[in-house]
Protein backbone atom coordinates (compact mmCIF):
# COMPACT_ATOMS: atom_id res chain seq x y z
CA UNK A 1 0.00 0.00 0.00
CA UNK A 2 3.25 2.25 1.13
CA UNK A 3 4.35 2.35 -2.80
CA UNK A 4 1.78 4.39 -3.67
CA UNK A 5 1.79 6.97 -1.50
CA UNK A 6 2.74 10.50 -2.26
CA UNK A 7 2.63 10.80 -5.77
CA UNK A 8 -0.47 12.22 -5.61
CA UNK A 9 -3.66 11.70 -7.73
CA UNK A 10 -2.85 14.51 -11.18
CA UNK A 11 0.27 13.88 -12.66
CA UNK A 12 2.26 12.11 -11.30
CA UNK A 13 6.00 12.14 -9.95
CA UNK A 14 8.81 15.08 -11.25
CA UNK A 15 8.86 16.05 -14.68
CA UNK A 16 6.69 12.92 -15.75
CA UNK A 17 3.50 13.52 -18.20
CA UNK A 18 5.81 15.76 -20.52
CA UNK A 19 4.70 14.32 -23.97
CA UNK A 20 1.03 13.81 -22.41
CA UNK A 21 -0.86 15.60 -20.18
CA UNK A 22 1.58 18.30 -19.25
CA UNK A 23 2.51 18.94 -23.12
CA UNK A 24 0.79 22.76 -23.21
CA UNK A 25 2.72 23.64 -20.24
CA UNK A 26 6.25 22.57 -22.16
CA UNK A 27 4.77 24.05 -25.09
CA UNK A 28 4.67 27.70 -23.27
CA UNK A 29 7.13 27.26 -20.59
CA UNK A 30 9.97 24.73 -21.97
CA UNK A 31 10.31 24.85 -25.32
CA UNK A 32 13.91 23.24 -25.37
CA UNK A 33 12.88 20.92 -23.28
CA UNK A 34 12.90 18.16 -25.56
CA UNK A 35 15.50 17.61 -28.62
CA UNK A 36 18.62 17.92 -29.84
CA UNK A 37 20.76 20.13 -28.84
CA UNK A 38 24.30 21.29 -30.12
CA UNK A 39 26.09 17.49 -29.91
CA UNK A 40 27.94 16.48 -32.83
CA UNK A 41 27.90 12.63 -34.10
CA UNK A 42 31.26 11.03 -34.39
CA UNK A 43 30.45 9.85 -37.39
CA UNK A 44 29.98 13.00 -39.39
CA UNK A 45 34.08 13.39 -37.87
CA UNK A 46 34.90 10.68 -39.87
CA UNK A 47 37.41 10.82 -42.99
CA UNK A 48 35.30 10.71 -46.08
CA UNK A 49 37.94 8.59 -48.29
CA UNK A 50 36.92 9.09 -52.61
CA UNK A 51 39.03 6.91 -55.12
CA UNK A 52 39.67 6.97 -58.08
CA UNK A 53 41.77 4.47 -60.37
CA UNK A 54 44.88 5.32 -62.65
CA UNK A 55 42.56 4.32 -65.73
CA UNK A 56 40.00 6.98 -64.89
CA UNK A 57 42.83 9.87 -65.22
CA UNK A 58 42.88 10.16 -68.78
CA UNK A 59 38.32 10.78 -69.06
CA UNK A 60 38.84 13.03 -66.80
CA UNK A 61 41.76 14.74 -68.70
CA UNK A 62 39.69 14.53 -71.70
CA UNK A 63 36.63 16.26 -69.81
CA UNK A 64 39.32 19.19 -68.46
CA UNK A 65 41.45 19.75 -71.93
CA UNK A 66 40.66 19.72 -75.46
CA UNK A 67 41.64 16.43 -77.37
CA UNK A 68 43.82 18.22 -79.52
CA UNK A 69 46.05 19.45 -76.57
CA UNK A 70 46.15 15.87 -75.01
CA UNK A 71 47.60 14.74 -78.35
CA UNK A 72 50.24 17.07 -79.06
CA UNK A 73 52.00 16.87 -75.02
CA UNK A 74 55.27 17.95 -75.09
CA UNK A 75 55.49 18.17 -71.25
CA UNK A 76 53.29 16.48 -68.54
CA UNK A 77 49.75 18.23 -67.86
CA UNK A 78 49.34 19.33 -64.15
CA UNK A 79 46.09 17.51 -62.18
CA UNK A 80 44.91 18.42 -58.73
CA UNK A 81 42.68 15.69 -57.67
CA UNK A 82 42.19 17.19 -54.46
CA UNK A 83 40.04 19.94 -56.64
CA UNK A 84 38.26 17.14 -57.84
CA UNK A 85 36.75 15.64 -54.87
CA UNK A 86 39.54 13.18 -55.11
CA UNK A 87 41.73 11.84 -52.04
CA UNK A 88 43.39 8.47 -53.15
CA UNK A 89 44.91 7.01 -56.48
CA UNK A 90 44.31 3.57 -57.19
CA UNK A 91 46.54 1.74 -59.61
CA UNK A 92 43.57 -0.47 -61.59
CA UNK A 93 43.63 0.72 -65.40
CA UNK A 94 46.63 1.78 -67.59
CA UNK A 95 47.37 5.84 -68.46
CA UNK A 96 48.97 6.56 -71.48
CA UNK A 97 49.08 10.47 -71.14
CA UNK A 98 52.14 11.99 -69.47
CA UNK A 99 50.64 13.85 -66.18
CA UNK A 100 51.51 15.52 -62.47
CA UNK A 101 49.25 14.00 -60.16
CA UNK A 102 48.33 15.66 -57.11
CA UNK A 103 46.83 13.81 -54.59
CA UNK A 104 46.58 13.20 -50.93
CA UNK A 105 47.79 9.43 -51.03
CA UNK A 106 47.88 6.54 -54.16
CA UNK A 107 49.19 2.80 -54.28
CA UNK A 108 53.01 2.00 -55.21
CA UNK A 109 51.33 0.41 -58.38
CA UNK A 110 49.57 3.24 -59.08
CA UNK A 111 52.77 5.39 -58.76
CA UNK A 112 54.60 3.12 -61.05
CA UNK A 113 52.15 3.07 -63.76
CA UNK A 114 51.89 7.46 -64.09
CA UNK A 115 55.87 7.32 -63.60
CA UNK A 116 55.52 4.68 -66.95
CA UNK A 117 53.93 6.61 -68.68
CA UNK A 118 56.18 9.58 -68.38
CA UNK A 119 54.51 11.13 -65.15
CA UNK A 120 55.18 12.07 -61.89
CA UNK A 121 53.32 11.65 -58.91
CA UNK A 122 53.54 14.57 -55.53
CA UNK A 123 51.21 12.46 -52.46
CA UNK A 124 52.05 12.76 -48.94
CA UNK A 125 51.66 8.60 -48.21
CA UNK A 126 52.30 5.41 -50.79
CA UNK A 127 50.85 2.78 -49.33
CA UNK A 128 51.22 -0.95 -50.65
Keep these: MGQHRKSGQKGGKGRAGGHKHFWTY ?3 YEPDRFGKHGFKSPKSKRLRIN ?3 VGELETLLYK ?3 AE ?3 KVSKPLELDLGEHGYNRLLGKGRIT ?3 I ?3 ESCTRR ?6 AAGGKVVSNTVTG
Design 26 to 28: VVK
Design 110 to 115: ALEKVE
Design 101 to 103: VRV
Design 64 to 66: LYP
Design 51 to 53: EIN
Design 97 to 99: VPV
Design 69 to 71: KLL
